[in-house]
């Protein structure tokens, strides 16, 4: 029923891959010990928040019977 292509899969990985990177460089600078160190528990928030916020549109928007999908823009 809900179904996800190869494309949207990938942006969600590249945008999951650059906001945590974002996130975690915001929060310790340019250090990449310090960068390592917290891009785990980084991961873990960003993969709750904007994860679960990008497929919550899709199911939602799906159980009412439209097409929605993830693009990253620039393609």
Same mark, same amino acid.
């Given at each position: 029923?809900?179904?996800?292509?190869?494309?949207?899969?990938?942006? %969600?990985? =590249?945008?999951?891959?650059?906001?945590?990177?974002? *996130?975690?460089?915001?929060?310790? #600078?340019?250090?990449?010990?310090?960068?390592?160190?917290? %891009?785990? =528990?980084?991961?873990?928030?960003?993969?709750?928040? *904007?994860?679960?916020?990008?497929? #919550?549109?899709?199911?939602?928007?799906?159980?009412?019977?439209?097409?929605?999908?993830?693009?990253?823009?620039?393609?």
């Amino acid at each position: 029923m809900y179904e996800f292509t190869r494309n949207e899969i990938r942006d %969600l990985l =590249i945008a999951f891959a650059v906001l945590s990177i974002s *996130f975690a460089i915001c929060n310790v #600078g340019t250090d990449p010990f310090g960068i390592a160190s917290i %891009l785990p =528990i980084v991961m873990i928030g960003v993969g709750a928040g *904007f994860l679960l916020h990008e497929i #919550g549109h899709k199911f939602v928007s799906m159980k009412y019977g439209y097409w929605a999908e993830l693009q990253l823009q620039g393609q």
